[in-house]
């Protein structure tokens, strides 16, 4: 029987710590590119979590006992710097970012998240639309190849107006951002692409 991955390992046991304490959660970052159908390495997990502050000394504690350890010794001024604990899950050495989801789209992408089933273990995933959204925001070459990765793999299925929408929403807000003119380089690539098949 093939062993299964780390990172799979990681979300079996992250998912039930978060599901008892009845937290909305979605997992981000490159394993969603490649559930979304992008091929990737990774060696990480990124999991965005809507906990209340008053509630998070207790979700620290309870990932602690489900065998996370903190990567940083004060995880309260970390927090408030960087809305974000690093984990480490013990058992597999892989890395956990635990985001704290913020007002606006992250809330949002909270609410669009799908459930998919991951090493047998069923978790919220980012949806693929959003997913384009982050990375395209990220703008990094291996983003932009991920986002681009992905809206091949969902190309019928993709709202590109919506993504257009949102996209010129945070270009505007942003104001020296280009978002909108990232997202038509990539769709006139594919299409490119698409011909010369």
Not at 42 to 64: I, N, R
Request: aromatic share 4%; proline share 7%.
């Amino acid at each position: 029987m093939p062993r299964r991955p780390a990172t799979d390992n990681l979300l079996a046991a992250l998912a039930p710590v978060l599901r008892r304490r009845r937290l909305r959660w979605y997992v981000f970052g490159a394993q969603a590119v490649l559930v979304h159908g992008r091929p990737r390495m990774t060696e990480d997990v990124d999991v965005t979590v809507e906990v209340a502050p008053a509630a998070l000394p207790g979700l620290v504690a309870a990932l602690g006992r489900a065998g996370f350890q903190p990567r940083v010794d004060d995880v309260a001024a970390f927090v408030a710097r960087a809305r974000v604990i690093p984990f480490l899950h013990r058992k597999t050495g892989v890395p956990l970012d635990l985001v704290l989801a913020g007002e606006g789209l992250e809330k949002e992408f909270l609410s669009r998240a799908v459930l998919v089933t991951v090493g047998g273990v069923r978790v919220p995933m980012i949806a693929p639309d959003d997913l384009v959204i982050t990375k395209i925001m990220a703008g990094r070459p291996k983003d932009l190849e991920d986002a681009e990765g992905v809206l091949a793999a969902h190309r019928d299925k993709i709202d590109v107006p919506g993504l257009r929408r949102v996209l010129g929403e945070l270009d505007a807000a942003l104001g020296d951002t280009d978002l909108v003119g990232c997202l038509e380089q990539l769709l006139a690539r594919l299409k490119r692409a698409s011909r010369a098949r």
